[in-house]
Structures are given as C-alpha cells and as structure tokens.
C-alpha cells in the first residue's frame, strides 16, 4: 500500500469519525458521495471526473462532515482539495485544479506532492517557470522524491522543445513563408495555446 493511498484511507476515516451517527436518508447520501470522492483515490476509473468533483464538492462547500453534523477535520478538507484537484486534472480544467491545489497548500504547506500536483497543473498550461518552482519546492521537502524527479524532468523537456518549436515558428514568420497560413504562425501557435 503506498503512502497516498494511507493518507486518503486516513481521509475516510476522519471525515466519518467526525459524524456521530447515520440514521438520516441525508446523511446516507453523503456517505456515498464520499465514496465516489474518495474513489480516485482507491479506484480511478469508477466514476468520471465530473461525479468526483460534484462529490467531493459537498464537503468544499459545506465544510462539514458526514451527515453534516461537525466540521471536517482539517486534514480532511486537505485531502478533498487534492481529489477535487485531481479530478480537474483529468478533465484538462487547469485553472480550477490549479485553484484546488493552491486551497490544498494553504491548508498545509509541508507535502512534497502536493506541490508537485500544482507544478503539473502549471506545466499542461506551458507555464514551465511556475511548474519548475513548485518541482523544486517538492524535492526541497522530500529530496529524491520520484514523482517530483520525474515531473521537473519532463518538464525541462518540454520548455525547450515548446521553445525550440517557437524559435522555429519566428523563423518562418521572419521569412515571410508563410503564405499558405491563415496569419502569422507565432502569432496562431501562441493564441492557441
């Protein structure tokens, strides 16, 4: 069982024990939607990326627990940011996963992957700057860690072929080959990202 899995089966755990009982039909529904929340992180593929969100949404939104009786434990709400996150991530929504994670970090500033996430949220955007910084911050807290090893390293990748592919674009536009486009292709390539 890897690390990540412990800490979102210690999310589980403390979001239910902050609710004392389940008698209500409500409150058996919000156990299922901590279900499906939870899901990415026990089983990616069972539900799609928009029931995660709409699941996890509840607890975001109310700050409380099952059955809405107490306050999700801090802890808790950390960890729903990053499923939420997550769920962002697979639906290509960079700017709300972005959103997510920097809620995620505020609530808890000392996890590596955290950070991480954030950086790869940055990078899908092409903003390597960003991406490089939260990379290098995750291997400041967990120095080796893989994840982050391998993200910056993808990353560094892509910063120089994105910017050996506009040195390329400019080149052409600085010709003026480009008469079989529909404009300027620097100019197309940039709008479009």
Known sequence: ?????IKYRFLCVAIFVAAPAFSTPSAAQTVAQLQVCMSLARDPGAYT???????????????????GRAPIPKNA???????RGLAYMMKSDYDA??????QQISLKQ?????????????AFKRDYVRALADYDHALRLKPGSELAIKAKASALLYQRLYG??????????????????????????RREK
Not at 164 to 189: F, H, M, T, V
């Open 1 to 5: 069982m890897g690390a990540k899995s």
């Open 49 to 67: 990326p928009d029931a995660i969100i709409k699941a996890c949404s509840v607890f975001i939104e109310t700050r409380r627990s099952i059955g």
């Open 77 to 83: 709400l950390w960890g729903v940011f990053g499923l």
């Open 97 to 102: 996963a972005l959103a997510d994670f920097d």
């Open 110 to 122: 000392d996890d590596s992957d955290q950070y991480t996430n954030r950086g790869n949220a940055y």
């Open 164 to 189: 050996q592919w506009e040195q390329y674009l400019k080149g052409i536009e600085d010709e003026r080959e480009y008469a079989n486009w529909s404009g300027p292709p620097l100019e197309i390539y």
